[in-house]
């Protein structure tokens, strides 16, 4: 009904930039936060940085001044620019967002995951 679709994540070289992308599809009354999230091998799933429709941001303190997130309310698409990438930036990078759909439904929607991975 609803899906969340990432894409973006690669492999790169320390200091070097990736875009994440994820696109939200199907039965969508409105979206409200969008976010992104990631798991390392071994580590729970953390909070990287999420954004309000309104536009309102928040980070994780490991990546800001790093990464940036942003919206396109037309497209229902959340990015997350990630800039001076580290080795521990490595993980599996999940989109989230909370989304009413037609039937005004209000739930929490998950993207299947992107892998990052940081070289050193």
């Known amino acids: 009904q609803v899906q969340l679709v990432e894409s973006g994540g690669g492999l790169v070289q320390a200091g070097g930039s990736l875009r994440l992308s994820c696109a939200a599809s199907g039965i969508i009354f409105s979206i409200n936060a969008m976010g992104w999230y990631r798991q390392a091998p071994g580590k729970q799933r953390e909070l990287v940085a999420t954004?309000?429709?309104?536009?309102?941001?928040k980070f994780a303190d490991s990546v800001k001044g790093r990464f940036t997130i942003s919206r396109d309310n037309a497209k229902n698409t959340v990015y997350l620019q990630m800039n001076s990438l580290k080795p521990e930036d490595t993980a599996d990078y999940y989109c989230?967002?909370?989304?009413?759909?037609?039937?005004?439904?209000?739930?929490?929607?998950w993207g299947k995951g992107t892998l990052v991975t940081v070289s050193s």
């Open positions: 954004i309000t429709s309104g536009g309102s941001t």
């Open positions: 989230n967002a909370r989304i009413t759909t037609i039937n005004y439904y209000d739930m929490d929607y």
